[in-house]
């Protein structure tokens, strides 16, 4: 059995990763050479701390947010290796058609789609709530599913599984898709409300029991 196309997509992930963490060390390294000409020109001690406090600030944020960003492919791997060896062939197989960033994956058993740059896939069993996004900020509408807004506003895709989980996704999105997914997906809630997020917080499992059914 072959890992390939999975692993293909993962990889990409982590060439994104790795990009923007080098971007990030670009502009950190300047800054950084600035400081200490700045401390080792300084005769106060005071603004020596300062400084060094400062750059300490610094370094230990781009770490923070090198860890954050590393989180979501090892989530996406620990999944993948509870697969049994027929559900990871099934996978790759689907895998064949590699999804783009803002696209989800209709497979035969699970929803492919992209997180934090990272390829997930999910069950349509294990989806529990889904809602659009637009310019990061919750779509809240009607019962009438979701909304397509201006093409020129960043959307996205926001998805919990049954264990409370949340991914987001830069997933175009339109009403069609939703369909799709109400037909294999027949318990997942759409949509966005305060009290539907509310609830989910506080008790993910009453969250479902309460808005599964409606």
């Known amino acids: 059995m072959s890992d390939r196309n999975f692993n293909r997509c993962q990889r990409t992930g982590s060439f994104l990763y790795a990009l923007m963490l080098s971007l990030c060390a670009l502009g950190f390294i300047p800054f950084s050479v600035l400081v200490f000409i700045n401390i080792s020109a300084s005769t106060s001690l005071e603004d020596i701390l300062i400084m060094s406090g400062i750059l300490a600030f610094f370094a230990l944020g781009f770490v923070f947010a090198g860890i954050k960003m ?3 492919s090892k989530r996406a791997r620990d999944r993948y290796k509870q697969l049994s060896d027929a559900e990871k062939a099934e996978v790759n197989s689907e895998l064949n058609v590699r999804p783009k960033q803002q696209q989800l994956l209709f497979g035969a058993k699970r929803l492919y789609f992209y997180s934090d ?9 294990d ?12 779509v809240v509408i009607g019962a009438g599913g979701m909304v397509l807004e201006s093409s020129a506003d960043y959307q996205g895709l926001v998805i919990y599984d049954r264990d409370g989980q949340r991914y987001k996704s830069p997933a175009r999105i339109c009403n069609l898709i939703v369909e799709e997914l109400k037909e294999k997906s027949p318990g997942v809630i759409i949509g966005y409300s305060k009290e539907k997020k509310r609830l989910a917080r506080t008790d993910f499992d009453r969250f479902l029991v309460e808005w599964g059914d409606k």
């Open 117 to 125: 740059l990272f390829l997930f896939f999910m069950d349509y069993n």
């Open 127 to 138: 989806i529990a709530w889904m809602y659009q996004t637009v310019n990061t900020v919750p």
């Open 70 to 72: 590393g989180r979501p």
